[in-house]
Structures are given as structure tokens and as C-alpha cells.
DNA sequence: CATGTCAATTTACACCGTGTCAAGCAAAGG
DNA sequence: CCTTTGCTTGACACGGTGTAAATTGACATG
């Protein structure tokens, strides 16, 4: 065991959550975070083989302490699919600012680095899963438009939460978070939803 | 003059492009280009000072080629704001596709290197002066939603018209252009529509 | 014909970031 | 005590971008 009580690779995770938090997602190279963490560049690489394995070690550890499940579960136990559609873009949509920073160094990555490309493809079955959970729900209603086939709607859903959108409106649009959250779900509710809902 | 009829500078720019095209946008190097058009990786910064340039020249040459010019055209002198809508993503909507390959590289680039920052927020910008027409026509009419400002309107129009929606639809969930052109132009008149039309 | 210029060539190198390797050091624990 | 564990330092290979210098070959103009 180490001296200091806190071991050591989750100082590394710290560190790297740390930097890519507070802005450039990218251009955080693998000697600043071992430089944040208090160690040696390649005391890193005996923790984590690579950079995109730590990277993606770095969002479990993230979900694991914000409990991005706990924030989910108001979204599979709402009453209906129309609420339950709130509940997911309200838990989602906020819960993107929080990994951002890490999302976008993974994102840059995935271009490059196979590795990056499946652990980010994990990554947004995840997400996918939650929105097919909350068509289905919309279907079993009755309440899904009828112009959508399920798999559309998912797909629409989906887009509309992903990162990417998020970054457009938030980013490069200014918007602040709120109007966000509201012109998502307002989105989604009028292509989703059947007219006479 | 070089002997040879087309210049070296073309054949750089033709090289670059196809090679963009075809697939991968980024893992293309200075040097394919370079072996693609025939002469050496050196000489390519005879003519480009960086990769950054190249790449925006080369959305320039296709752009000069591929006349976007008077693809938009249709778009401008539509009756009101409601066809100027349809005849705008129409017209960029099946453009991105041709360009997507180029445009993958310098997004890519866009995290790293701040010449293709600007460079992308330069096109973008010209992307953006559509949208705000097309949005100033639809409040001229009197048909733009009531629930939008006409800023948030051109942020929504300009969101739905970016190529990573375009990416997101068409390359992760596989949608055909057809239905890509005809979802995105469904959502963008429910949401920036007045009730009334 | 000689000269100068220009485009392109070859070779070489600097820089940066990732990832690997080897040798050594300090402390914990049998 | 000696071994193991965790980390250190230092060095290096690789791949990609960008720079620099010396050279060749074609052409135009004196």
C-alpha cells in the first residue's frame, strides 16, 4: 500500500477528470495529468495502458461518483411515456455539462483511435437503450406520432440528445442550460408526440 | 509554366479531396495528399503553408466546383419565408454530404489548431447569414412561432442544419438522404412555424 | 549562348505527444 | 534480511507536422 491513504490510481482519475473538466477537453496531454496527479508521466502507464483507456476509466469514474444511475431512475418509474420522456431529457441534459470536458477528448479521439471509437460507441448504447425504453412506453400509449416508425423516433430522440446538439446550443449558440432542457423537450414533444396529445 | 497542363496547385487540391472523400476524413497525412497528386510531400508546402490552410482551400475548390453559389440560389428568391425554409435545407442539407469528407478534417482539426477554428467558424458563419434570411422572411410573413425569438429561431434552424446532426442521423443511425432532407425539414417547420399554418 | 528565375526535388532535421524499456530507489512485510 | 511493490529517472522509438539547405531542370530574356 501506498503512504498516502488515497491510492494512487484514483489520484490519476482525479487529476484527469479535474483538467479536462475546466475547459480544453482536448490538448490535455497525458504529462499534465500525471503532473496534477503528483507523479511521473509514465507512473500513469502503469495504471492505465493508454491514453483512451484512461479517458474512458475517467467517465466510469465520474458516473460512479455522480450516480448517473440514481439520476435515471425517475425517468423508468414515471407513470407514462410522455413523462417518462421528461424525466430522461431533464436527467440526461443535465447530466452532459458534468462529462463534458471528458466527452469531448473522447470524441476527439474516436476519429483517430479504434479503441476511442468502441469505448464511445458503448458509451451511446447506453444512451440509446434509455430513449428506446421511453419510446416503447410513448408506443404502448398510444401516444407515439404515427408519422415516426419506433426505430425513427428513437433515432430522432436520440439526435436530439446527443452531445453534439448539446455543444451547438450551449456552445457555439450561447444558450444557457434551462433553455436548453425546455427547447429539447418542447422539440421532442411536437415530433414525438401524436397531435391530439 | 510546369509541362504539364493542370497546375501543381490543382492537382494538390483534386488529390486532397478524393482522398477525403472516400472515407476516412482524418487519417488523411500531408503525404498521401502529397503521393496522391504525384510529387513530394515537401512540395505540397510550396503551396500551402500548413494543413490547416490546405484544408480549407480545399471546401473553397469545392465549393468553386460544385457552384454552391447557385445551389442557394433557389433559396433567395423564394415567394416567403415558408419555401425559403424548404428550398434552404434542400439545398444545404444534400450539399453536406458532398462536402462531409473535408469538413470531417477540419472539425477534427478545429479542437487543436486555432487557424481551423477560425477557418470553421468562418463557413459556419456563412451557413448562420442563411438561416437568419430565411428566419427574417418567416417573421416578415408573419409566420414565425411566437415562442421563438428571432435569434433562438436561427440558433434552432442553424442546430438542425449542422453537419453533425447531418453525421448523427445519417452515418450512426443510417437514415437514407431522402429521409434525412424530409425529417429535418418536418421538425424545423414544427418548431419555428406559427400554429396557425 | 549565357544567365537568372522559378518550381520541384532530395535529404536532413527539429518538435511534440504517445508509448516502451531498463535500471534504480524506498518502504512495507514476510 | 531479502523480496516484492510502487514509483522514479532517463533514454528512446515512432509517427506526423513543419522548416531549412543544397540541387536539378525547364524556361525566358538578355
Request: glycine share 6%; aromatic share 6%; net charge positive.
Amino acid at each position: 500500500m501506498s503512504s498516502d491513504g488515497i491510492d494512487t490510481r484514483s489520484k490519476i482519475l482525479d487529476a484527469a477528470w479535474k483538467l479536462l473538466e475546466e475547459g480544453k477537453g482536448n490538448g490535455v496531454r497525458m504529462s499534465d495529468i500525471a503532473k496534477a496527479a503528483g507523479i511521473s508521466r509514465q507512473a500513469v502507464y502503469l495504471h492505465f495502458p493508454s491514453r483512451a483507456e484512461l479517458l474512458t476509466e475517467t467517465t466510469r469514474h465520474i458516473d460512479r461518483t455522480k450516480n448517473i444511475e440514481a439520476r435515471l431512475l425517475p425517468s423508468r418509474t414515471a407513470r407514462n411515456g410522455r413523462e417518462r420522456i421528461n424525466a430522461f431529457v431533464e436527467a440526461w441534459g443535465n447530466y452532459i455539462p458534468e462529462i463534458y470536458g471528458v466527452v469531448q477528448a473522447i470524441l476527439a479521439m474516436k476519429d483517430t483511435d479504434p479503441e476511442a471509437a468502441t469505448a464511445w460507441a458503448d458509451r451511446m448504447r447506453a444512451l440509446r437503450e434509455g430513449c428506446e425504453s421511453a419510446i416503447r412506453d410513448l408506443k404502448r400509449d398510444g401516444t407515439l406520432t404515427p408519422s415516426l416508425t419506433e426505430k425513427e423516433a428513437v433515432d430522432m430522440l436520440w439526435t436530439l440528445l446527443s452531445v453534439r446538439t448539446w455543444e451547438h446550443l450551449r456552445i457555439d449558440c450561447g444558450w444557457p442550460q434551462k433553455r436548453y432542457i425546455a427547447e429539447i423537450l418542447s422539440i421532442a414533444r411536437k415530433t414525438l408526440l401524436a397531435r391530439w396529445t
